[in-house]
């Protein structure tokens, strides 16, 4: 008859460390375990004795998880919480810097653009959104991605990484040609984008949460496990190809350098063109994520830094998808951080070209608008011109979507013009399309 046995285990915060112990314990003969992460605790199933803790203890401790058949206070992670949110204020406070700075603004891409612009739009991408979100997702899923036998091998634990950025590249391309083929036929609203992005920063919220070591039901999930359980298997021939197919999944985890490159590939009507767009542009972004992989697993061997880099990355994720849902509020119209901590603005007032018409002029940056408040007259025509000073791709267009439907796409060192009546008094958002810069035009 099976026995059941519950031990304590500290050091496991993610799918990859279950699977992990799992598959540990099964092949070692000691029985069918079932572990849990969020409770930190591993289930075996057993017939005779039970599983002796120093067994365990020895079998994983390479890896930095210690057994014990009474809860763990692991009084080391506080200052590794501590250690990792400090790197995180460091790095996000680069990343806002460097936004502010216009560095967004050397690469512009559309769909007429170079490859070469393309890659160094990626290039830009890999050190800001796109990090946070793919990286966040290396970050997850790597841990799972580790064989036994490679544990101790450098080149080995970094295979899967290289994996992951060949299923990218396949997978950017080949979309790449499908937009392409799909051309300027498919009308995607100002609305989804943003929706998509807040559903997958609300996923990295769970993501880094569960990194730190926070259990949060509400936002509890179990994907990484459930997935590579399902899909996967337990057989090795299937598993082993885990890290490209998670890489080729990438395609459809939008930030605004994804997604304005997108466009780009569904703008350029031609298959060969679009591929190519998507290609370079997934090329560019390799740099920063293969670097987060070469981090990863140089501190696997090094259980305390790779728990402070664990804690640093799982800060990182809810910093960054708090300043992706607060841009996509922008992008809807609604309230947003920016309106509590924003100053009042002066407004500059729209000139009267005779009782029928009224123009406003404004200059867009890749790190904001001047000017950025305006005062308008309800019921007359506004003419509104927008001179393109240097954006970057997500910022090369604006939209008022409570004004009017459309977005205004900017063209570098041109001027681009939209023509709409203000209905209703009141104050109007607008912003860039990803809401990363924003401005008022007001109604009186």
Same mark, same amino acid.
């Given at each position: 008859?099976?026995?059941?046995?519950?031990?304590?285990?500290?050091?496991? #915060?993610?799918?990859?460390?279950?699977?992990?112990?799992?598959?540990?314990?099964?092949?070692?003969?000691?029985?069918?375990?079932?572990?849990?992460?969020?409770?930190?605790?591993?289930?075996?199933?057993?017939?005779?004795?039970?599983?002796?803790?120093?067994? !365990?203890?020895?079998?994983?401790?390479?890896?930095?998880?210690?057994?014990?058949?009474?809860?763990?206070?692991?009084?080391?992670?506080?200052?590794?919480?501590?250690?990792?949110?400090?790197?995180?204020?460091?790095?996000?406070?680069?990343?806002?810097?460097?936004?502010?700075?216009?560095?967004?603004?050397?690469?512009?891409?559309?769909?007429?653009?170079?490859?070469?612009?393309? !890659?160094?739009?990626?290039?830009?991408?890999?050190?800001?959104?796109?990090?946070?979100?793919?990286?966040?997702?290396?970050?997850?899923?790597?841990?799972?991605?580790?064989?036994?036998?490679?544990?101790?091998?450098?080149?080995?634990?970094?295979?899967?990484?290289?994996?992951?950025?060949?299923?990218?590249?396949?997978?950017?391309?080949?979309?790449?040609?499908?937009?392409?083929?799909?051309?300027?036929?498919?009308?995607?609203?100002?609305?989804?984008?943003?929706?998509?992005?807040?559903?997958?920063?609300?996923?990295?919220?769970?993501?880094?949460?569960?990194?730190?070591?926070?259990?949060?039901?509400?936002?509890?999930?179990?994907?990484?496990?459930?997935?590579?359980?399902?899909?996967?298997?337990?057989?090795?021939?299937?598993?082993?190809?885990?890290?490209?197919?998670?890489?080729?999944?990438?395609?459809?985890?939008?930030?605004?350098?994804?997604?304005?490159?997108?466009?780009?590939?569904?703008?350029?009507?031609?298959?060969?063109?679009?591929?190519?767009?998507?290609?370079?542009?997934?090329?560019?972004?390799?740099?920063?994520?293969?670097?987060?992989?070469?981090?990863?697993?140089?501190?696997?061997?090094?259980?305390?830094?790779?728990?402070?880099?664990?804690?640093?990355?799982?800060?990182?994720?809810?910093?960054?998808?708090?300043?992706?849902?607060?841009?996509?509020?922008?992008?809807?119209?609604?309230?947003?951080?920016?309106?509590?901590?924003?100053?009042?603005?002066?407004?500059?007032?729209?000139?009267?070209?005779?009782?029928?018409?009224?123009?406003? #002029?404004?200059?867009?940056?890749?790190?904001?608008?001047?000017?950025?408040?305006?005062?308008?007259?309800?019921?007359?025509?506004?003419?509104?011109?927008?001179?393109?000073?240097?954006?970057?791709?997500?910022?090369?267009?604006?939209?008022? #979507?409570? !004004?009017?439907?459309?977005?205004?796409?900017?063209?570098?060192?041109?001027?681009?013009?939209?023509?709409?009546?203000?209905?209703?008094?009141?104050?109007?958002?607008?912003?860039?399309?990803?809401?990363?810069?924003?401005?008022?035009?007001?109604?009186?």
């Amino acid at each position: 008859m099976e026995k059941e046995n519950k031990y304590f285990v500290s050091g496991m #915060r993610c799918d990859g460390c279950e699977l992990m112990i799992e598959d540990g314990i099964s092949k070692a003969g000691l029985g069918k375990a079932k572990a849990s992460s969020e409770r930190g605790e591993v289930v075996i199933e057993h017939k005779g004795k039970a599983p002796d803790i120093k067994t !365990l203890n020895k079998m994983f401790s390479e890896e930095g998880y210690v057994f014990s058949d009474k809860p763990i206070i692991d009084k080391k992670r506080g200052a590794e919480l501590m250690k990792g949110a400090a790197l995180a204020v460091v790095i996000a406070g680069i990343f806002f810097i460097l936004g502010r700075s216009g560095f967004a603004g050397v690469a512009s891409v559309n769909s007429g653009s170079s490859f070469v612009s393309f !890659l160094l739009f990626g290039l830009i991408a890999g050190v800001s959104t796109c990090a946070a979100l793919v990286g966040g997702l290396v970050l997850s899923l790597s841990d799972g991605w580790d064989k036994k036998g490679d544990s101790v091998n450098f080149i080995g634990r970094m295979r899967p990484h290289v994996e992951f950025n060949m299923g990218r590249l396949f997978s950017y391309g080949f979309f790449g040609v499908l937009l392409g083929l799909i051309g300027e036929k498919m009308n995607i609203s100002v609305s989804a984008p943003a929706i998509i992005v807040i559903i997958a920063s609300l996923i990295m919220v769970a993501v880094g949460l569960k990194m730190l070591g926070i259990r949060m039901p509400i936002l509890s999930f179990s994907a990484g496990k459930s997935f590579s359980k399902k899909v996967f298997g337990k057989a090795e021939k299937l598993k082993k190809y885990a890290p490209a197919v998670s890489g080729f999944l990438t395609f459809f985890l939008p930030c605004g350098f994804t997604i304005a490159s997108q466009g780009a590939a569904l703008a350029s009507g031609s298959p060969l063109r679009g591929g190519l767009i998507m290609f370079f542009f997934a090329l560019g972004t390799v740099p920063s994520l293969f670097a987060i992989g070469i981090s990863k697993a140089g501190l696997s061997g090094d259980r305390k830094k790779a728990a402070i880099f664990s804690a640093t990355a799982g800060f990182l994720l809810l910093i960054f998808s708090v300043y992706n849902v607060n841009n996509q509020l922008n992008v809807l119209g609604v309230g947003s951080l920016n309106d509590v901590f924003k100053g009042r603005a002066s407004a500059e007032e729209a000139e009267s070209i005779g009782s029928e018409s009224q123009v406003i #002029r404004m200059e867009a940056y890749s790190y904001g608008y001047k000017p950025d408040y305006f005062t308008v007259k309800a019921g007359v025509p506004v003419r509104w011109e927008i001179k393109d000073m240097g954006t970057s791709g997500c910022t090369n267009a604006v939209i008022a #979507r409570d !004004l009017f439907k459309e977005r205004i796409p900017l063209y570098k060192g041109k001027t681009s013009v939209v023509e709409f009546t203000p209905k209703k008094p009141g104050k109007y958002k607008f912003s860039c399309w990803m809401g990363m810069i924003r401005g008022i035009i007001e109604v009186k």
